[in-house]
């Protein structure tokens, strides 16, 4: 059964940093892309960050150079290193594979994410 269980959000200042981590059963994350997703209030959710199966890694402009995404293929494990955070960062983060992983006729499969919120 699949389980994506993310963890590490929480209340933060302007320019504090945090560590967001999600597991996944299973051998999932091994053998796919990667990334971390995130969904603003009354926004769309966006891909904010990716990690193939051979490290490499790409990131949206609103957060290079202050997002560092990585990946512990032998924990089923992926990392988000949030640093300078804004404001403008608060959001649900969710993990998932690229494409996210689907369910047949469900649709996509989702975990239950994990809150960031920065305050000025």
């Known amino acids: 059964q699949v389980q994506l269980v993310e963890s590490g959000g929480g209340l933060v200042q302007a320019g504090g940093s945090l560590r967001l981590s999600c597991s996944a059963s299973?051998?999932?994350?091994?053998?796919?892309?990667v990334a971390w997703y995130r969904r603003p209030p009354g926004k769309q959710r966006e891909l904010v960050a990716g990690?193939?199966?051979?490290?490499?890694?790409n990131y949206a402009d609103s957060v290079k150079g202050r997002f560092t995404i990585s990946r512990d293929n032998a924990k089923n494990t992926v990392y988000l290193q949030i640093d300078s955070l804004k404001p403008e960062d608060t959001a649900v983060y969710y993990c998932?594979?690229?494409?996210?992983?689907?369910?047949?006729?469900?649709?996509?499969?989702w975990g239950q994410g994990t809150q960031v919120t920065v305050s000025a």
């Open positions: 998932n594979t690229v494409p996210p992983l689907r369910l047949g006729v469900l649709g996509d499969y």
């Open positions: 299973g051998s999932i994350f091994s053998i796919n892309t």
């Open positions: 990690v193939t199966t051979r490290g490499v890694t």
